[in-house]
Structure formats: C-alpha cells, structure tokens
C-alpha cells in the first residue's frame, strides 16, 4: 500500500545532542510537510518542501531544519534539542495543487 | 493569518447520541476546511473535509457545515458509538502556490460512554 512512513517511533535523545527524524512516501506527492505537536496541542507546521524548494514558517525555531535529497525522502534535524522540543513529529505529504494531506504515523521525540 | 477556534475542548456524549463540535475562523480567504480525528498515539486522519463553494456535506454518519458569512463551520456526529471516542481538529486553508498550509483548532476531545 502506498503510505508515509516515519521512522523511528520512538526517539529518545539528550539535552543539545543533535538528533534526525526520517519520513518516507511512496505516494510520490510534490509537497511534504513537518508538524510539530505538543501533548494536548493542534499540530504546527515547522516548514515545507514543494519539491526541493524550501518554505520556512516565520516562528520555526533556527534550531530545526530539513532536508530532501529526492522525492520520496525528507528529514528533520534538530541541532541542539531542549526539553522543549520534546513532542510528537508529524511528517505529511500531497499532491501538487490538491488540498488533502496525508499524514504519516510520527515520531514521539523525548529529550532527557 | 488566520487564526482557528474549536469549542468545546472536551465533548461527553452517551452512545447513539448526536455530537456538535464547531469552529470559526478569522481570514476571508479561506477556501478548505478539513476535520481530522486522531486516536491516542496516532496519526490524525481525515474524515471529511468541505470547500467554500459548498454548504454542507455528508458521509454516513457525519456530516460538515459551512457558513462562510459567518465564517464558521461544525462537524456533526449521529448515532455516535465508542470508537468515535478520539480528539477532533478541524483546519483551516487557503491553497495556494501549489501546497496547502494548514491552519488548526485547538482539539476536541470526544468521549463516547456505552
């Protein structure tokens, strides 16, 4: 089945340890998204990519930042998490010029 | 921006009742209004989503509304069972330059009592 798959689940990271969130599709869409989400929050979006271009959302944090090295993959780095970083990653992706959005399962970040 | 407000925050229904959750929205603009129902620990998923063109919509048990004068729109559940137990979003977007910014409530938190 065609799907958005985040790996890990689960990340447990450290206080200023740099730390990688992989999203992958096979849906093939232009657009991926990343979201954060806080316990008990709406998702957020950080920033998107329509194909390599790159949008930053003005609020996101210098802290985070992505990379697409081709259609199917995109990541998120977090430079120097703190303990406010500590929430659910959403990766989402859709076709160009299509409203819905797919949303894949998540990584759950802790910071210790 | 736009700016999305979501009431009520928590909803308690008994099973086979009827649920309202409403929001209202800030930016004329906005032209795409999706509802996502996320279970605990899971990825949100869309349920129903309705454009300004149009006025209501249905699927089976739940149905979206939109007034855009007013600009708000509500999502009803009939007949609602215990797997509808879930927190709710709604959202809010103006499509545009090929990608599609999303714009979402605070959350709903349904609860479904057999």
């Known amino acids: 089945d065609a799907m958005v798959i985040q790996n890990p689940r689960y990340q447990v990271t450290q206080f200023g340890k740099p730390v990688t969130l992989s999203c992958s599709q096979t849906?093939?869409?232009?657009?991926m998204y990343w979201y954060q989400q806080k316990s008990s929050q709406a998702p957020k979006l950080l920033f998107h990519y329509y194909d390599k271009d790159f949008n930053n959302e003005a609020d996101t944090p210098d802290n985070f930042q992505s990379r697409r090295p081709n259609t199917s993959f995109c990541f998120l780095d977090i430079r120097s998490p703190g303990l406010g970083d500590a929430a659910m990653y959403l990766c989402?992706?859709?076709?160009?010029?299509?409203?819905?959005?797919?949303f894949g399962p998540g990584t759950r970040l802790l910071v210790l | 921006g736009e700016n999305v407000e979501q009431h009520p925050s928590t909803l308690s229904v008994q099973e086979g009742d009827s649920a309202v959750i409403k929001c209202t929205y800030s930016?004329?603009?906005?032209?795409?209004f999706p509802w996502y129902k996320q279970e605990l620990g899971k990825r949100p998923q869309l349920i129903i989503d309705?454009?300004?063109?149009?006025g209501e919509k249905k699927d089976q048990r739940i149905a979206v509304t939109l007034n855009k004068t007013a600009k708000h729109f509500s999502l009803h559940i009939t007949e609602t069972q215990p797997e509808d137990s879930a927190v709710y979003f709604c959202?809010?977007?103006?499509?545009?330059?090929?990608?599609?910014?999303?714009?979402f409530g605070a959350g709903t938190r349904l609860a479904v009592h057999p």
């Open positions: 959202a809010a977007s103006n499509p545009s330059g090929g990608y599609n910014k999303l714009i």
């Open positions: 989402a992706t859709s076709p160009v010029y299509q409203e819905t959005q797919y």
């Open positions: 849906l093939n869409h232009n657009v």
């Open positions: 309705i454009r300004s063109n149009v």
């Open positions: 930016d004329s603009a906005s032209n795409y």
